[in-house]
């Protein structure tokens, strides 16, 4: 009788050497390489894409980057946008806040107002003469010290104050003459029971800039005085970090009056604008790009560029924004085309989006920064849900170096998986092995049992 367990111990025994391949990429097969820096210790980092990855890369997507620590391993990485800029936000000021009684139209008609100082310097005076003050039916902020649109007002009131519930009407002015309505309707409340206390002092709207600002209370007027008045500027949104890159031409038609770009590398173009070579020029002009020199030029936009000079500065036309881009060459085509701007040629600028690699520090360092290979496959790790909550250190990068050479930027050449076609081989004749051993067993075991004549 065969036994099976020692058939399968043979057959694995024999398809396990096979199993082991060529491993993962290590640092020589790629191009070129960059030594990384890490200022503090961290379990991750995040290093700035330089324009040299862009240039020496075989693939758009950045597939062919890596990072390996000192024993020479690849650690788990991302590519991920670059992280914006933060939202800047001046902190609170006091500002001059002056009383409106209620003899005091709501067109501030009848009052006496006079400036005599570049902050505190309004001076709110009713022709009425009383005892008995009239409530407070709103107030006037000075806001001439800012320069920023503001957003937001904290007010405050004594702490002994009684309980109130009502909204403020927000107009702001620049001569306190001509009021415009910014918010209707912003709730205030100040109410305690057993205890617990319910206050709303921040009343916001949209972002407005103006010198002067009145605030009066809609309906019934709050028992109380207002202290002070603290404003917040405007919130700024984050600011999305940007590379930029220029190139002159490389070349010019005069005949079609075409110039002709190189940028040197497959970049993720999204913004452009061509700078003219002399000033008070104008030009349309029409911007294609190619992937490759043999391919046929594809239209990217069509519009006007200017170059002007005003006193001491100039003004140009802004950047346009375009879908990205990652095609290497670019042409400028005027028209009409008997347009002109000058002998000398124009220059390309383009600018993209900044991206970082944010990698594990897994092993020890120092780490590198690997690029440029022609049969790299993804191999990048979902890091987003893992690093919430934890500390990523910015990384400096050093020069670049050379690695593998030039030639890893070439597909590996096509081969036939000879151990793979041995291993399945070998795999597929054991189970044809098994499936006979398990029918001579069957025949044994059913001879035995037959009753003998």
Do not use: C
Request: hydrophobic share 45%; glycine share 6%; aromatic share 8%.
């Amino acid at each position: 009788m065969i036994r099976l367990p020692s058939v399968m111990l043979a057959l694995i025994s024999a398809g396990a050497p096979l199993l082991s391949t060529a491993g993962d990429l290590s640092l020589e097969d790629f191009a070129y390489a960059i030594p990384i820096t890490t200022p503090a210790p961290s379990s991750a980092y995040r290093i700035a894409i330089p324009l040299d990855v862009y240039r020496n890369v075989a693939h758009d997507d950045l597939r062919d980057v890596r990072v390996f620590n000192a024993r020479g391993e690849a650690v788990p990485s991302e590519v991920q946008d670059a992280v914006p800029k933060p939202a800047i936000q001046a902190q609170g000021l006091s500002l001059p806040v002056f009383p409106l009684r209620a003899d005091a139209r709501v067109t501030l008609d009848g009052l006496q107002i006079s400036v005599q100082s570049q902050r505190a310097a309004v001076r709110v005076q009713a022709d009425h003469q009383s005892t008995e003050p009239p409530p407070i039916t709103g107030y006037v902020v000075d806001a001439r010290g800012l320069t920023l649109p503001l957003s937001a007002f904290h007010l405050n009131w004594p702490g002994s104050a009684p309980d109130f519930s009502g909204s403020l009407r927000i107009e702001s002015s620049d001569d306190l003459a001509v009021w415009h309505l910014v918010k209707s309707d912003s709730p205030v409340v100040n109410l305690r029971a057993e205890g617990a206390q319910l206050v709303q002092s921040r009343v916001e709207f949209p972002s407005t800039k103006a010198q002067f600002w009145r605030l009066a209370w809609v309906g019934k007027p709050a028992p109380f005085e207002l202290s002070s008045v603290i404003a917040d500027t405007a919130v700024d949104s984050p600011q999305v970090a940007q590379m930029s890159l220029t190139v002159a031409a490389t070349s010019r038609d005069d005949k079609r009056r075409e110039f002709s770009f190189d940028l040197g590398a497959r970049l993720p173009v999204s913004q452009l604008t061509i700078e003219l070579p002399e000033p008070n020029s104008v030009a349309k002009l029409q911007i294609l790009s190619r992937a490759r020199p043999s391919d046929s030029w594809r239209q990217v936009t069509e519009a006007d560029f200017f170059r002007v000079q005003s006193g001491a500065s100039e003004q140009t036309n802004d950047r346009i924004t375009i879908a990205t881009d990652f095609d290497r060459y670019w042409l400028a085509r005027l028209t009409p085309a008997d347009n002109a701007f000058g002998n000398a040629a124009p220059e390309l600028h383009v600018a993209w989006n900044a991206r970082d690699l944010v990698f594990l520090a897994r092993g020890s360092g120092p780490f590198v920064l690997a690029y440029g290979n022609g049969s790299a496959v993804a191999a990048r790790s979902d890091l987003s849900l893992l690093l919430k909550g934890v500390s990523v250190e910015r990384a400096e990068l050093g020069a670049p170096r050379s690695a593998g050479g030039p030639a890893r930027l070439q597909p590996a050449p096509r081969f036939v998986p000879w151990k793979m076609v041995i291993l399945w081989s070998t795999l597929g004749l054991g189970v044809m092995l098994l499936g006979w051993m398990a029918y001579r067993l069957s025949r044994e075991i059913s001879r035995a049992q037959a009753p003998k004549a």
